[in-house]
């Protein structure tokens, strides 16, 4: 399983840095699962992905 993690560090309680970050996070997510969905569909049509 992979695992992405990201480091967040907000000096001040500025409201639009959080909500910038966890839309950051949101989008990333949503990026990463669907490259893994793109790699599942390949793996099960036989296309070798990432020299597995």
């Known amino acids: 399983m ?3 993690t990201i480091d967040i560090q907000a000096l001040t309680n500025n409201s639009t840095l ?3 970050s966890a ?3 949101y989008q990333s997510e949503a990026y990463l699962k669907t490259i893994s969905s793109g790699i599942r569909q390949a793996k099960r049509s036989g ?4 020299g597995e």
Not at 47 to 50: A, Q, Y
């Open 2 to 4: 992979n695992t992405l």
């Open 18 to 20: 959080i909500l910038s």
């Open 23 to 25: 839309n950051m996070l």
């Open 47 to 50: 296309i070798t992905v990432g």
